[in-house]
């Protein structure tokens, strides 16, 4: 929090301490009057004191958010003008460094950016360099006395105007991005009213309709039951449709998620990770693999052990998730649920036809016997109202692989269980279609 703090100090420039050490210009000057060398030192003195009295007034007002814009700073540089027109021709000397502070000292005033202030510091350097050389008859001195006091104010004004322009766009750039999150906060909670409202209507109208018909006519009350089991599945992929874009699917983040759901499984996580990192293209594709390979490794295996093993060189990456398994623990065991998460997300690109096509029983290839081939549950085909659930994705993903230029194989491990490996190549995948798999 410190160090964000400094950050911030750091971007609105410099403040008005950074100024005061430039007094030291006037050493010279003071030096001169405490030995002496000065014609009246006790004027002298008193032309330092009111010299810095008003630099510092001038300064300090200028950074100041309440009197930087009032006509405080111009009156004080104002008279910081004529004092210092007065003690250089009055003493003359070390006197005319002077002018640069006074130059700087105009740099600060916002009232005179910009043309204003360019012509002021002509003026000004012209005026300083004319008079040196009139008092001392010396060019180069004059030159340099001219020159030095025109680029002191230029400087100083160029350096705060560039940092005022940055602080502003800081501000419009997290203006922007407050606004850019009010609006998405108010699409998502208005998606969610428009995808809840009527359906939630609806449930609660045959609800009270099941209510009614069981004591009289249980089968009349089944279809209602059945026809709320549909409109609620309808919900849940609308639902999911409308929330993808909150759910990143990068291969850092599914890795994690992994080894968290197979340790709370029971499943033992091995993890390794070697090679360069990844284009979020790539990631994103094969963090959908891991997702749906996990789940039916929790859901369907039976397994104990679970290792996931990515490999990345400079031309293509590979992807191996392997369980120990031998099926499901018992029949109740649920459906993928995941996998058919993935489907519903991407209707027509390895939905439920290329699910029912599968052969392999999902990622882990442990076919559940509670899950009949239409992708529903056994009690819900003898219903006669199998919904879509279930089914496996695998010709989906290897669809999606395949359109970025790489494969998805599964198949039995031989040794352990089941294997599923998927590589793709590496910065030449199709951005297009990974963007509306995570879209």
Sequence with gaps: MCASKGRARDRKGPGKYAFLPWLLMGLGAFSNVIQGKTDN????????????????????????????????????????????????????????????????????????????????????????????????????????????????????????????TIQELNTTRQELARSAVEKERLRFSRDLHDLLGHTLSVVVVKAEAVRRLAPRNLDAALAQAADIEAVGRQALTEIREAVTGYREGSLTTELDRARSVLEAAGIEPVVRQAGAPLPPQAGALLGWVVREGVTNTVRHSGATRCEIDVH????????????????????????????????????????AAADREDPDGGPGGHTDPAVDATGGTADTAAAGRAGPVGGTGLKGLTERLAAAGGTLRSGPDGRRGFRVTAELPVGTGDGTDTEELTR
């Design 41 to 164: 030192p006790w004027l002298g003195g008193l032309g330092l004191l009111a010299f810095n009295s008003l630099y510092i007034s001038v300064v300090w007002s200028s950074f100041n958010p309440r009197l930087r814009d009032s006509r405080r700073p111009l009156i004080a540089l104002g008279l910081l003008t004529a004092v210092t027109f007065a003690i250089a021709l009055g003493f003359g000397g070390s006197w005319f460094l002077f002018f640069p502070l006074l130059s700087l000292a105009s740099g600060t005033v916002r009232a005179l950016r910009g043309k204003k202030l360019a012509l002021w510091l002509i003026a000004l350097s012209g005026a300083a360099g004319y008079l040196n050389g009139w008092r001392h008859g010396d060019a180069g001195g004059s030159f340099g006395i001219g020159y030095g006091t025109f680029l002191s104010g230029m400087v100083t004004a160029t350096v705060l105007s560039l940092f005022d």
């Design 312 to 351: 990345a060189d400079e031309e293509r990456v590979r992807l191996t998730i392997t369980d120990d398994g031998r099926g499901p623990v018992s029949s109740g065991a649920d459906p993928a649920s995941g996998l058919a998460w993935l489907r519903d997300h991407v209707p027509g690109r390895g939905g």
